[in-house]
């Protein structure tokens, strides 16, 4: 299919070539590997997060099942699927039937501040190692600061540095779409490797206190 042919052939190109990534590899082990991204979108977070969750106008068409991201679609709520439909032909037998596929599951969906999603993408959906791909949204002057987080990892049988650096390049390609479909703030050009800091564990951190904290405080804080 289209989709593990454009993952091998750029993975072939990576390896072959010197030249600087747009997103980064933060780690690797034996068994797995985390990519990470940042942009900066001319956008507010409300039109970013509406956005995010319409990837057929932004995800790449070379990166889908079908060759088309319009058959793309997303329900940001947990359990949602990031799922495609792929259009069965003309031929009047069982080739004609529509197919589809689940991309990945909505694992986490806090409007305007973070999606997360668990699958594996592309030709990872046929290993057994598990991906999680997080995207978190601040607000910024001018804008919205967008980081993209994929943390892989389990049994696979693609070789780590190849895998890692295909999927990080891809990766950086659907958040450049994101970013095209909105805008890059001015002084931005391509997605830019992001400074080597965590992903936010969880955006109840930020929010207001919940009736659970004001009823029994911050537990962390004892001994």
Same mark, same amino acid.
């Given at each position: 299919?289209?989709?593990?042919? =454009? !993952?091998?052939?750029?993975?072939?190109? &990576?390896?072959?070539?010197? $030249? #600087? %990534?747009?997103? /980064?590899?933060?780690?690797?082990?034996?068994?797995?590997?985390?990519?990470?991204?940042?942009?900066?979108?001319?956008?507010?977070?409300?039109?970013?997060?509406?956005?995010?969750?319409?990837?057929?106008?932004?995800?790449?068409?070379?990166?889908?099942?079908?060759?088309?991201?319009?058959?793309?679609?997303?329900?940001?709520?947990?359990?949602?699927?990031?799922?495609?439909?792929?259009?069965?032909?003309?031929?009047?037998?069982?080739?004609?039937?529509?197919?589809?596929?689940?991309?990945?599951?909505?694992?986490? =969906? !806090?409007?305007?501040?973070?999606?997360? &999603?668990?699958?594996?993408? $592309? #030709? %990872?959906?046929? /290993?057994?190692?598990?991906?999680?791909?997080?995207?978190?949204?601040?607000?910024?002057?001018?804008?919205?600061?967008?980081?993209?987080?994929?943390?892989?990892?389990?049994?696979?049988?693609?070789?780590?540095?190849?895998?890692?650096?295909?999927?990080?390049?891809?990766?950086?390609?659907?958040?450049?779409?994101?970013?095209?479909?909105?805008?890059?703030?001015?002084?931005?050009?391509?997605?830019?490797?992001?400074?080597?800091?965590?992903?936010?564990?969880?955006?109840?951190?930020?929010?207001?206190?919940?009736?659970?904290?004001?009823?029994?405080?911050?537990?962390?804080?004892?001994?």
């Amino acid at each position: 299919m289209r989709h593990i042919t =454009a !993952f091998a052939a750029l993975a072939a190109t &990576l390896l072959a070539s010197a $030249g #600087p %990534l747009n997103a /980064e590899v933060v780690s690797t082990t034996p068994t797995g590997f985390v990519t990470r991204d940042t942009a900066q979108i001319a956008a507010p977070p409300m039109a970013v997060w509406l956005a995010l969750t319409k990837p057929a106008d932004w995800w790449n068409d070379d990166h889908t099942w079908s060759g088309d991201a319009a058959n793309l679609t997303l329900t940001p709520q947990a359990g949602g699927c990031f799922c495609e439909t792929i259009p069965g032909g003309d031929a009047g037998n069982a080739s004609a039937m529509d197919g589809s596929a689940l991309h990945a599951t909505v694992v986490q =969906a !806090f409007p305007l501040k973070v999606l997360r &999603l668990r699958g594996g993408l $592309g #030709p %990872l959906q046929g /290993e057994p190692a598990e991906g999680v791909l997080t995207i978190t949204l601040k607000e910024i002057p001018g804008g919205t600061r967008v980081l993209w987080e994929y943390n892989v990892g389990g049994p696979m049988r693609f070789e780590i540095p190849v895998i890692s650096a295909a999927v990080d390049q891809v990766m950086s390609q659907q958040l450049a779409g994101l970013r095209s479909r909105l805008g890059a703030l001015p002084g931005t050009s391509a997605p830019a490797v992001s400074d080597p800091e965590p992903v936010v564990d969880d955006p109840a951190d930020e929010a207001e206190p919940s009736a659970f904290d004001e009823q029994f405080g911050d537990l962390d804080e004892e001994e």
